[in-house]
């Protein structure tokens, strides 16, 4: 470091330099303030939420309004650069121990580390590949916050396992569905409530005791 920097840069830095170790928890977080305040801010970002499978960067979510992109194309090529290019730069920001953990981040973090890699945009020139194998290009424009939760409230569902977060029930001929989330505090407020384990256990307890009443 030879010159001074901001505090949001220096975290970024500092980031790419634990990220080196390739080790899941040896990592410096990335300053997600700055990046929840760029969107709030009305900033636009990249409105497609992707998947990498076989090395495939796939289009997992829509959220940009334009039709001609649809769930299971192929994002072959991002402003000209393939997009194995575009990952080997945004996963240079995350500490994983295989390139299957760093795509697998990739699926909730790829507009925010692209943002990071190359600044604001109005737009992105994709080149895709539909399940027919046939190609062609989209100009895709960048998307604020607001217009992108509008965009994907349009879409067909999806699979979610984000709402609810933990669920247990009894399904047909008395089977038990329990999946737990996270054992830590999702709805912590503050980082010293992160790691309060109360409500998990009282969940997990919960689940047991309505299984057991179920036998």
């Given amino acids: 470091l030879d010159k001074p ?85 945004t996963e240079r920001h995350v500490s994983a121990e295989t390139p299957y953990m760093a795509h697998s981040l990739m699926e909730y973090d790829f507009p925010m580390y692209l943002w990071v890699e190359s600044g604001q945009r109005h737009a992105f020139n994709l080149l895709l590949r539909n399940p027919a194998r046939k190609t062609r290009k989209v100009r895709l424009p960048a998307r604020s916050a607001a217009e992108m939760k509008a965009f994907a409230a349009a879409q067909p569902p999806a699979l979610s396992l984000a709402k609810p977060m933990r669920e247990a029930k009894i399904l047909a001929d008395n089977v038990g569905y329990l999946r737990p989330g996270p054992f830590f505090n999702a709805e912590a407020k503050t980082g010293a409530e992160q790691w309060d384990v109360s409500s998990f256990r009282t969940f997990i307890d919960d689940a047991f005791t309505k299984f057991n009443v179920a036998q």
């Fill in 5 to 89: 920097l901001t505090l949001f840069q220096a975290q970024v830095r500092f980031e790419q330099f634990a990220a080196l170790v390739r080790m899941g928890h040896a990592r410096v977080d990335f300053p997600f303030a700055v990046w929840n305040q760029h969107l709030e801010n009305g900033g636009k970002a990249f409105p497609v939420n992707i998947r990498v499978m076989e090395g495939k960067t796939m289009v997992a979510q829509n959220h940009s309004g334009i039709e001609t992109i649809g769930r299971g194309d192929e994002i072959l090529q991002m402003n000209g650069s393939r997009m194995a290019e575009w990952l080997k730069r």
